[in-house]
Antibody, heavy 120, light 112 residues
């Protein structure tokens, strides 16, 4: 069964860049059947889709975050990554990575999530 | 963006009794390919979201058959036929028909 695991700093200073990596096991980011996505959830609030990447490097980002987001993929490490620049306290959230089964547009497997706090 | 509105926001339920959650979208979720990309997710306390239902009514692998989804167009429903203690959590509907994907605000299911 596929598993996803987020990793990265839990604390980021305002105006700096948040960087997270998602490591995939039990499956390959090079599979043409899936997109690889990031979603976030501010404490006590709902879910917000950030963006996703295809193994080819093709990306789609939420327009609300597009100017600050970069998602990349490293097929050799079976990982994909998120960078969010110029962060503020509003970017404090649990960040999840997830697999998207492209044909059914289904977010079928999720990582456990990692809390990132933006604070000086 | 398509706005997903769930009702109720909180649903106290007696164990063994049914529960129902509604989700309404601000636009039709029927894609030009004829499919409707409406999913339901469950988030237990302290856990990540888990896929329950996709394309309105298809149960994901390992999901108990007490969970069912229905609806069409802009109105959708998740039903739990007999609530069990492990069903406590927040339930989200989600659309992926139109870019960007969006989620409902969540419905909290708790035991009375």
């Amino acid at each position: 069964q596929v598993q996803l695991q987020e990793s990265g700093p839990g604390l980021v200073k305002p105006s700096e860049t948040l960087s997270l990596t998602c490591t995939v096991s039990g499956g390959s980011v090079s599979s043409g059947s899936y997109y690889w996505s990031w979603i976030r959830q501010p404490p006590g609030k709902g879910l917000e889709w950030i963006g996703y990447i295809y193994y080819s490097g093709s990306t789609n980002y939420n327009p609300s975050l597009k100017s600050r987001v970069t998602i990349s993929v490293d097929t050799s490490k079976n990982q994909f990554s998120l960078k969010l620049s110029s962060v503020t306290a509003a970017d404090t959230a649990v960040y999840y990575c997830a697999r998207v089964f492209a044909v059914a547009a289904v977010f079928d497997y999720w990582g456990q999530g990692t809390l990132v706090t933006v604070s000086s | 963006d398509i706005v997903m509105t769930q009702t109720p926001l909180s649903s106290p339920v007696t164990l063994g009794q049914p529960a129902s959650i509604s989700c309404r979208s601000s636009q039709s979720l029927v894609h030009s390919d004829g499919n409707t990309y409406l999913s339901w997710l469950q988030q237990r306390p302290g856990q990540p979201p888990r896929l329950l239902i996709y394309k309105i009514s298809n149960r994901f692998s390992g999901v108990p058959d007490r969970f069912s989804g229905s609806g069409a167009g802009t109105d959708f429903t998740l039903k739990i036929s007999r609530v069990e203690a492990e069903d406590v959590g927040v339930y989200y509907c989600m659309q992926a028909t139109q870019f960007p994907p969006t989620f409902g605000q969540g419905t909290k299911v708790e035991i009375k």
